[in-house]
């Protein structure tokens, strides 16, 4: 089984300031973690994604995530806030290998950006 | 390329009748997934298909069939819409085996059931 808890539906900040998405996981397997976006009437678009070798995980648009498999996180960062940025944001979890794919995904964050 | 192309955009339906949500993909991918999306409960998966000629169960299945005929194609069909099916639905696919695991999503249907 697994799950994905997204802290703070809706987060906002200025132009300029830390983005942190939080981002906790469970699983039964060691887990593939995606960060997704989604801007305004459109589809998701992948944002990153950790499936093996280095934890720390560069995204498009400047975002980052790092791996912790002791705290079981994968929170999202960028170091400066673009207005461009203001979106939805989904943490998704699936099973490494196996033939059972599923992708399970947290209830999202907003993102807003204030000038 | 287009990817994937869903159809129609938008729709109203009314309680009780039938509707089928098309779902084309280009990309020659192995699997594809339907999923609802609802606001403060993120996407769901309704249905999904690991190859041509099979499909499965997702979290929320009721009410909902699929088929899978062909590798490009996989509507999603309501028998009897109900108001609580008023949703965005996304059709997503993957390349199997791949060692990217990532879903490509199409851009929507909004669906509303009066």
């Known amino acids: 089984a697994q799950s994905v808890t997204q802290l703070g539906s809706h987060v906002s900040v200025s132009e300029g300031a830390l983005v942190l998405l939080r981002c906790n996981y469970s699983?039964?397997?060691?887990?593939?973690l995606f960060w997704y976006v989604q801007y305004p009437n459109q589809g998701l678009q992948l944002l990153l994604k950790?499936?093996?070798?280095?934890?720390l995980v560069k995204g498009i648009n400047g975002f980052e995530a790092e791996f912790k498999k002791s705290e079981t996180s994968f929170h999202l960062t960028k170091p400066s806030a673009h207005m461009s940025d203001a979106a939805e944001y989904f943490c998704?979890?699936?099973?490494?290998?196996?033939?059972?794919?599923?992708?399970?995904f947290g209830k999202g964050t907003l993102l807003t950006v204030n000038p | 390329i287009a990817g994937i192309t869903q159809a129609p955009t938008s729709q109203i339906l009314a309680a009780g009748r039938r509707m089928t949500l098309r779902c084309t993909q280009d990309?020659?991918?192995?699997?594809m997934y339907w999923y609802r999306q609802d606001l403060g409960l993120g996407l769901r998966l309704i249905h999904y298909?690991?190859?041509?000629?099979?499909?499965g169960k997702g979290e929320v299945p009721d009410g909902y069939s699929v088929s899978r005929a062909n590798t490009d194609d996989f509507p999603l069909t309501l028998a009897s819409a109900v108001p609580s099916q008023t949703s965005v639905y996304f059709c997503?696919?993957?390349?199997?085996?791949?060692?990217?695991?990532?879903?490509?999503f199409g851009p929507g249907t909004r669906l509303t059931v009066l």
């Open positions: 990309m020659r991918h192995n699997a």
């Open positions: 950790y499936t093996t070798g280095a934890t």
């Open positions: 998704a979890v699936s099973p490494s290998g196996g033939s059972n794919y599923k992708l399970t």
């Open positions: 699983s039964s397997v060691p887990p593939y």
């Open positions: 997503a696919s993957r390349d199997t085996p791949s060692s990217t695991d990532t879903q490509y």
């Open positions: 298909s690991n190859t041509a000629g099979t499909t």
